[in-house]
């Protein structure tokens, strides 16, 4: 009866084992606020579902994200999350996951590979999201005369690509708006705060420059620095519109020191597990792209409550 007994719960034991699943996660970094949110809600995500999660941060260089899936791939992990760095470059590392039957879904931000290498994205429209900026910009200014300078996130990835496509696509035909200086700040707020002084000295301590437009709140945040630090109101001499909606962009707009952002939901977990639920239930593929939910928000959408709401989310 013993042996039964013993035997029993190790096939109790084998079976909770075959049912936990494991999933590797390569993140970007922790270049911004936003980013650190998608990395603390994915750990929530996965302790809350039961899975193991195998995480590795790039360091913002993909030769570290590629190790890190060939890692994940060597390990036999169930599934692949991965915020690619830059957009070129995966098809190699995704085939092998292919290969190995492994389902790998994008975060945030999307590559150039075939979408036959990866079980789905999972994201904002980009491009949308610098339309929005944009849109908010021209309604802002009517026909006055406005230069603008624009902080772009890490050169080659795809929100700087998209976000950048977006805002041009939206002032296009619009003569009074001009693109006058357009440099990376890397996502980052030190970045942001370093080109901006850059762009300052270069148009005339800031008296040319209409608005800022950065690809992410961080950015903004150091620009702010450097525009306080040039002796300038920013909010008020330089409109400021970003994108991401993290606490600390709210507590500069209610300071009146920014003007607008446009949210990215750091929840991209929550749909992307649910992805693979099914698709690990019954071999169900979802859609290529699952599109997360975003807003505009101003300095008339309570932004001290909103950083009240966002402040412990883990940015």
Not at 196 to 218: P, V
Request: proline letters at 3%; glycine letters at 10%; one cysteine or more.
């Amino acid at each position: 009866m013993t042996r039964v007994l013993l035997a029993g719960a190790a096939l109790l034991a084998l079976s909770a084992a075959a049912s936990a699943q494991t999933v590797g996660f390569s993140q970007i970094g922790s270049e911004s606020g936003w980013r650190a949110a998608e990395t603390t809600l994915t750990r929530q995500q996965a302790e809350e579902r039961g899975y193991t999660l195998q995480f590795s941060d790039a360091q913002q260089r993909q030769e570290n994200q590629i190790a890190a899936l060939r890692s994940f791939i060597a390990q036999g992990v169930d599934a692949i999350l991965i915020a690619p760095v830059v957009a070129t470059g995966w098809d190699s590392v995704l085939q092998e996951a292919q290969e190995a039957e492994i389902p790998v879904v994008l975060l945030d931000r999307q590559v150039d590979s075939s979408d036959d290498l990866y079980l789905t994205a999972v994201g904002s429209d980009l491009v949308h999201e610098g339309e929005v900026a944009g849109e908010w910009l021209l309604g802002e200014i009517g026909e006055e005369e406005c230069r603008v300078v624009e902080l772009q996130g890490t050169t080659g990835s795809s929100p700087a690509i998209d976000r950048a496509q977006g805002f041009r696509n939206a002032i296009e035909g619009n003569a009074n708006v001009e693109i006058v200086r357009s440099q990376t700040g890397d996502f980052t707020r030190a970045g942001g705060k370093s080109v901006m002084e850059s762009f300052l000295q270069a148009e005339g301590g800031g008296e040319n420059i209409c608005a800022l437009y950065a690809h992410n709140d961080d950015m903004a945040i150091g620009a702010i620095q450097a525009i306080k630090e040039a002796g300038l109101a920013p909010g008020e001499e330089i409109k400021i519109v970003s994108i991401d909606a993290v606490p600390d962009i709210f507590q500069a707009m209610a300071a009146g020191e920014a003007n607008a952002t446009v949210e990215l939901t750091p929840n991209m977990a929550g749909p992307a597990f649910d992805a693979l639920e099914a698709y690990w239930a019954d071999g169900t593929e979802p859609e290529k792209f699952i599109q997360t939910e975003s807003r505009l928000y101003t300095q008339g959408d309570d932004p001290a409550g909103e950083y009240e709401a966002r402040k412990d989310l883990g940015y």
